[in-house]
T-cell receptor
Framework: EAQVTQNPRYLITVTGKKLTVTCSQN?????MSWYRQDPGLGLRQIYY???????DKGDVPEGYKVSRKEKRNFPLILESPSPNQTSLYFC?????????????FGPGTRLTVT | QKEVEQDPGPLSVPEGAIVSLNCTYS??????FMWYRQYSRKGPELLMY????GNKEDGRFTAQVDKSSKYISLFIRDSQPSDSATYLC?????????????FGTGTRLKVLA
């Protein structure tokens, strides 16, 4: 089954404790992206990657890091989480070929930073 | 001013009604326009996408883009309770290697049986 998986699905942590949210896709997609979703602000893009070792900032990259060492994986790293990073996070992937702009989204990771 | 504006709703309609959802935007470089549906506690899923101006129809759904007015719409005909969800518009430039997406805040729709 074609899918994007994220782990963990729920995470409660404390300020300053480094964490990683994993994202993996099994569709051989070149493009992957991370979003955060907040009430009243909608989905905002954090980082995206157009292929292995190629990443770029989205609209809200501050406080986040990403890496793309393998095509299927795109982890999101919060080196020193703060309460304002409490949010619902989504990973997405899509193929860059042709006019297929469908992004497949993962199930989401709800992060709470206290 | 946000690059993309979308009325958050909620919008409640009776079953069978025609629903109109809209977004306005300010960036004239946007070329690709998408509508996503998001059920509660789920990730968004793509409903429709269009390139540049024009209409696109898929079953009960019609997407319209008016680039001159910087306005996009999604129409749902014969709405069903299963259409109850949050609808997000999204836009992208996709030029010069840019793959940034800008989403609206979403409109929550409730279709009453």
């Amino acid at each position: 089954e074609a899918q994007v998986t994220q782990n963990p699905r729920y995470l409660i942590t404390v300020t300053g404790k480094k964490l990683t949210v994993t994202c993996s896709q099994n569709m051989n997609h070149e493009y992957m992206s991370w979003y955060r979703q907040d009430p009243g602000l909608g989905l905002r893009q954090i980082y995206y990657s157009m292929n292995v070792e190629v990443t770029d900032k989205g609209d809200v990259p501050e406080g986040y890091k990403v890496s793309r060492k393998e095509k299927r994986n795109f982890p999101l790293i919060l080196e020193s989480p703060s309460p304002n990073q409490t949010s619902l996070y989504f990973c997405a992937s899509s193929s860059r070929t042709g006019y297929n702009y469908e992004q497949y989204f993962g199930p989401g990771t709800r992060l709470t930073v206290t | 001013q946000k690059e993309v504006e979308q009325d958050p709703g909620p919008l409640s309609v009776p079953e069978g009604a025609i629903v109109s959802l809209n977004c306005t935007y300010s960036n004239s470089a946007f070329q690709y326009f998408m509508w996503y549906r998001q059920y509660s506690r789920k990730g968004p899923e793509l409903l429709m996408y269009t390139y540049s101006s024009g209409n696109k129809e898929d079953g009960r759904f019609t997407a319209q883009v008016d680039k001159s007015s910087k306005y996009i719409s999604l129409f749902i005909r014969d709405s069903q309770p299963s259409d109850s969800a949050t609808y997000l518009c999204a836009m992208s430039e996709r030029s010069s290697g840019t793959y940034k997406y800008i989403f609206g805040t979403g409109t929550r729709l409730k279709v009453l049986a």
